[in-house]
């Protein structure tokens, strides 16, 4: 009941906070640009300029330029405008023929998210028939796969972690009794998933590398991307935890900070006020992880929680409980947060429906639960089962939200 009243306390200060919270756009948006869209040019302007939400990075934009062929007209790189850095301009060919022309310009937004811009403008005369650019747009699939098995190992397993610790005083098996030899294997796919992350996403920046300016010390070009340091951090602490014959401590430390560097690589890093959105999101985090940590630790020894261990039973039981509910009210006020709620609903568009499918995963996770817990405390009774269909619904919900957080929502 304490830690109910506590947590209750919390819920509503938070709730104050958000009072005066306003919504404020999460990925770098193009605000002016000379010339205007669809603008038709008497002269040749002599350069392209582009105004956005955000200040940018000079290493991180790139503009092309195609003409009503598809075919790309070389242009030198692009400049920051000297005194305003959200502004970039770029030379045009002074040879420039008439007709119609597509600019697509690609910055990294605050939250490290890539952005891009079109803008079609004609010169002289509107040309009959505008071909497709022959650029081609970076898959973001792999980068979402991707992400999404990677950090539902860490997520999962991190859980598993903290709750095989607390298991221990009820007499239940450790961590490395739970998975004994898969341990390392978790380990080995974790950091083959997040070194494959980095080159995935650096493939899918405009302009520069990342792993150049790794290379280089290129603090000014790493700093631009949130995900590209979560990942860096994330590699160390995997590291750290690999380091043999430490106390426990050290272990249970290096694997919070794993679980909660996660919340530090997304949309948070674009609202107002920063320290809020990085909590909600910590939380968010890390009941997720707590809740199907418990629920994998429940399946690997359900034969041994249930024979007669109330104890752990009601521990259990208020555990998940807890989870579910800072994870589900984290969930709701990070979406007040970061998303004006009537201009989601006016248009709607993918990242509406992927968090329609997280909600229905969630209360489907918490369906299963209820009947599952009722059969615990009555008739004494795990069913596995219903255990495996939670954890599958937990999964999927953690492929939604990952794929939302690669998306520009409604703000």
């Given at each position: 009941?304490?830690?109910?009243?506590?947590?209750?306390?919390?819920?509503?200060?938070?709730?104050?906070?958000?009072?005066?919270?306003?919504?404020?756009?999460?990925?770098?948006?193009?605000?002016?640009?000379?010339?205007?869209?669809?603008?038709?040019?008497?002269?040749?302007?002599?350069?392209?300029?582009?105004?956005?939400?955000?200040?940018?990075?000079?290493?991180?934009?790139?503009?092309?330029?195609?003409?009503?062929?598809?075919?790309?007209?070389?242009?030198?790189?692009?400049?920051?405008?000297?005194?305003?850095?959200?502004?970039?301009?770029?030379?045009?060919?002074?040879?420039?023929?008439?007709?119609?022309?597509?600019?697509?310009?690609?910055?990294?937004?605050?939250?490290?998210?890539?952005?891009?811009?079109?803008?079609?403008?004609?010169?002289?005369?509107?040309?009959?028939?505008?071909?497709?650019?022959?650029?081609?747009?970076?898959?973001?699939?792999?980068?979402?796969?991707?992400?999404?098995?990677?950090?539902?190992?860490?997520?999962?397993?991190?859980?598993?972690?903290?709750?095989?610790?607390?298991?221990?005083?009820?007499?239940?098996?450790?961590?490395?009794?739970?998975?004994?030899?898969?341990?390392?294997?978790?380990?080995?796919?974790?950091?083959?998933?997040?070194?494959?992350?980095?080159?995935?996403?650096?493939?899918?920046?405009?302009?520069?590398?990342?792993?150049?300016?790794?290379?280089?010390?290129?603090?000014?070009?790493?700093?631009?991307?949130?995900?590209?340091?979560m990942l860096l951090v994330s590699a160390l602490l995997l590291l750290l935890l690999g380091v043999p014959g430490m106390i426990t401590g050290w272990y249970v430390a290096v694997w919070l900070l794993l679980i909660v560097t996660q919340a530090f690589g997304g949309h948070a890093w674009g609202l107002s006020p920063l320290w809020?959105?990085?909590?909600?999101?910590?939380?968010?985090?890390?009941?997720?992880?707590?809740?199907?940590?418990?629920?994998?630790?429940?399946?690997?020894?359900?034969?041994?929680?249930?024979?007669?261990?109330?104890?752990?039973?009601?521990?259990?039981?208020?555990?998940?409980?807890?989870?579910?509910?800072?994870?589900?009210?984290?969930?709701?006020?990070?979406?007040?947060?970061?998303?004006?709620?009537?201009?989601?609903?006016?248009?709607?568009?993918?990242?509406?429906?992927?968090?329609?499918?997280?909600?229905?995963?969630?209360?489907?996770?918490?369906?299963?639960?209820?009947?599952?817990?009722?059969?615990?405390?009555?008739?004494?009774?795990?069913?596995?089962?219903?255990?495996?269909?939670?954890?599958?619904?937990?999964?999927?919900?953690?492929?939604?939200?990952?794929?939302?957080?690669?998306?520009?929502?409604?703000g």
């Amino acid at each position: 009941m304490k830690s109910t009243k506590i947590l209750v306390r919390i819920i509503c200060f938070l709730l104050i906070l958000m009072g005066g919270i306003g919504n404020v756009q999460a990925h770098a948006g193009l605000v002016d640009s000379s010339p205007k869209e669809g603008e038709l040019l008497h002269h040749n302007p002599g350069q392209l300029s582009f105004a956005f939400t955000e200040v940018l990075e000079a290493d991180l934009v790139e503009i092309h330029l195609y003409d009503w062929n598809g075919e790309e007209v070389k242009l030198e790189r692009p400049k920051l405008q000297p005194g305003d850095a959200s502004r970039v301009h770029v030379s045009l060919p002074p040879d420039l023929a008439e007709g119609t022309y597509t600019a697509i310009v690609s910055v990294v937004s605050e939250d490290g998210h890539p952005v891009e811009e079109r803008l079609i403008f004609s010169l002289g005369q509107k040309s009959a028939h505008v071909a497709e650019p022959s650029q081609k747009q970076a898959d973001p699939t792999y980068l979402i796969l991707l992400r999404f098995l990677t950090q539902s190992i860490l997520l999962v397993g991190g859980g598993l972690y903290l709750v095989a610790c607390l298991a221990q005083r009820y007499g239940l098996p450790s961590f490395a009794q739970s998975l004994g030899r898969g341990r390392p294997i978790g380990w080995l796919l974790m950091f083959i998933g997040l070194t494959s992350l980095w080159f995935v996403y650096d493939a899918s920046l405009p302009a520069a590398s990342l792993t150049t300016a790794l290379w280089q010390g290129n603090v000014s070009v790493l700093s631009q991307s949130p995900f590209a340091i979560m990942l860096l951090v994330s590699a160390l602490l995997l590291l750290l935890l690999g380091v043999p014959g430490m106390i426990t401590g050290w272990y249970v430390a290096v694997w919070l900070l794993l679980i909660v560097t996660q919340a530090f690589g997304g949309h948070a890093w674009g609202l107002s006020p920063l320290w809020l959105a990085l909590l909600l999101r910590v939380l968010h985090v890390l009941s997720i992880a707590l809740w199907l940590g418990a629920l994998a630790y429940l399946l690997l020894h359900r034969s041994q929680a249930q024979r007669g261990n109330e104890a752990f039973k009601h521990f259990f039981l208020r555990l998940v409980a807890m989870a579910a509910l800072v994870s589900l009210l984290t969930g709701i006020l990070m979406l007040w947060v970061q998303t004006d709620l009537a201009k989601m609903l006016e248009s709607w568009m993918i990242w509406n429906d992927l968090l329609v499918v997280k909600l229905v995963l969630v209360l489907l996770m918490l369906i299963v639960a209820y009947r599952q817990r009722n059969g615990w405390l009555g008739k004494h009774v795990l069913n596995e089962k219903r255990l495996r269909w939670e954890v599958v619904f937990g999964i999927l919900a953690i492929f939604a939200g990952l794929w939302m957080s690669q998306m520009p929502y409604p703000g």
